[in-house]
T-cell receptor, first 116, second 116 residues
């Protein structure tokens, strides 16, 4: 069992640059979630996919954020024109969706972003 | 409004003593409740969940949680704390969004510190 992996683990960038993060879920999992976590807070939902379809997006996900899961396997989260307020841990989780809301999520180690 | 709350930012307990980490929720309909643990610089790990049935749920590492519908609570407990239990604990509830999907919503987290 390889678990959920995320790449890179750390990213330092300058304000205004674009960054892209990758998440590889557990292979048979059909649902994939992205969260943002800042210090002292719980994970905040950003978006989720069922297979390749993006089914829900949070109001937190501004126009500068975009996520894809082109073949229903790995996913990418891109942030354009980064701002200092984007500095956070970005977590990915996957699950095997059955009846909505009941499934256990398996989290990756996260990508820590620092925008200078 | 639907929500989940962890009223304590920090819980301190001596090793060998019982521990309780509190969680309360507000949802319409039947709640789906979860506990996750996060160690430093790591993603979240699933501990246990309540979907339906027995109000006492047993999970990983000797943890258990009691679902109390009348008090809308889902407190995490362990009979005898270990120093290695020191971590951040997150309660989560699946909330039905306006888009018709169940979205995992996390509390702010409680830092558990177990003293030797």
């Amino acid at each position: 069992d390889t678990g959920v992996s995320q790449d890179p683990r750390h990213k330092i960038t300058k304000r205004g640059q674009n960054v892209t993060f990758r998440c590889d879920p557990i292979s048979e999992h059909n649902r994939l979630y992205w969260y943002r976590q800042t210090l002292g807070q719980g994970p905040e939902f950003l978006t989720y996919f069922q297979n390749e379809a993006q089914l829900e997006k949070s109001r937190l996900l501004s126009d500068r954020f975009s996520a894809e899961r082109p073949k229903g396997s790995f996913s990418t989260l891109e942030i354009q024109r980064t701002e200092q307020g984007d500095s956070a841990m970005y977590l990915c989780a996957s699950s095997l969706g059955s009846t909505g809301g009941q499934e256990t999520q398996y989290f990756g180690p996260g990508t820590r972003l620092l925008v200078l | 409004a639907q929500s989940v709350a962890q009223p304590e930012d920090q819980v301190n307990v001596a090793e060998g003593n019982p521990l309780t980490v509190k969680c309360t929720y507000s949802v319409s309909g039947n709640p789906y409740l979860f506990w996750y643990v996060q160690y430093p610089n790591r993603g979240l790990q699933f501990l246990l969940k309540y979907i339906t049935g027995d109000n006492l749920v047993k999970g990983s590492y000797g943890f258990e949680a009691e679902f109390n519908k009348s008090q809308t609570s889902f407190h995490l407990k362990k009979p005898s704390a270990l120093v290695s239990d020191s971590a951040l604990y997150f309660c989560a509830v699946s909330l039905l969004s306006s888009g018709g999907s169940y979205i995992p919503t996390f509390g702010r987290g409680t830092s558990l510190i177990v003293h030797p």
